[in-house]
T-cell receptor
Framework: AQTVTQSQPEMSVQEAETVTLSCTYD???????LFWYKQPPSRQMILVIR??????QNATENRFSVNFQKAAKSFSLKISDSQLGDAAMYFC?????????????FGKGTRLHILP | NAGVMQNPRHLVRRRGQEARLRCSPM?????VYWYRQLPEEGLKFMVY????????ESGMPKERFSAEFPKEGPSILRIQQVVRGDSAAYFC????????????FGPGTRLTVT
């Protein structure tokens, strides 16, 4: 069974600085998808970024980028120029490719604090 | 274009009562997923439904929990004889197609069992 591990329960970063959130996963599959979701205090789940495992190039969305290391099964999220609105829980997540398994598997989350 | 809608947003039930949680997927979406989030935990998959069919219920507790997605109307997650351990946030997500397409999440229903 696939698992997702986030080893940092909480992190803090100064506004305008850069922070990296760690995530490792375990799978025997070769094709899959990885995600980072943001959950602000409103509890709404917001997709931040998505990575297809077959793509070697790291995904980027504005100030958010990932470092995807397939061999190491590592998928970290880098937030550049941190803003107060980035304060939230961040969840790393995994999904199998195709119709083998439709569920998304989430890590336990990292709570990110932005210090003004 | 309305997003995934869930109601109620907050639900309080006494032990032994029934809880009914509703989810209306995005327009054009016929695939619905239910997840549960316990305090300080990530979301955990419960069940995946298409219209009138349960596709995967591997995450559903064997007793007291049931889900449906009728041809007309919202998807319903039903919890009978609730216990304190059922207190959690329940999220619904929907997608247009089956497969690795984005699942759009609703705002969740927070269930409190007293």
């Amino acid at each position: 069974a696939q698992t997702v591990t986030q080893s940092q329960p909480e992190m803090s970063v100064q506004e305008a600085e850069t922070v990296t959130l760690s995530c490792t996963y375990d799978t025997s599959e070769s094709d899959y998808y990885l995600f980072w979701y943001k959950q602000p205090p409103s509890r709404q789940m917001i997709l931040v970024i998505r990575q297809e495992a077959y793509k070697q190039q790291n995904a980027t969305e504005n100030r958010f980028s990932v470092n995807f290391q397939k061999a190491a099964k590592s998928f970290s999220l880098k937030i550049s120029d941190s803003q107060l609105g980035d304060a939230a829980m961040y969840f790393c997540a995994y999904r199998s490719e195709g119709n083998r398994d439709d569920k998304i598997i989430f890590g336990k989350g990292t709570r990110l604090h932005i210090l003004p | 274009n309305a997003g995934v809608m869930q109601n109620p947003r907050h639900l309080v039930r006494r032990r032994g009562q029934e809880a009914r949680l509703r989810c209306s997927p995005m327009k054009g979406h016929s695939h619905v997923y239910w997840y549960r989030q316990l305090p300080e935990e990530g979301l955990k998959f419960m069940v995946y439904l298409q219209k009138e069919n349960i596709i995967d219920e591997s995450g559903m507790p064997k007793e007291r929990f049931s889900a449906e997605f009728p041809k007309e109307g919202p998807s319903i997650l039903r919890i009978q004889q609730v216990v304190r351990g059922d207190s959690a946030a329940y999220f619904c997500a929907s997608s247009r197609f089956r497969g690795p397409y984005e699942q759009y999440f609703g705002p969740g229903t927070r269930l409190t069992v007293t």
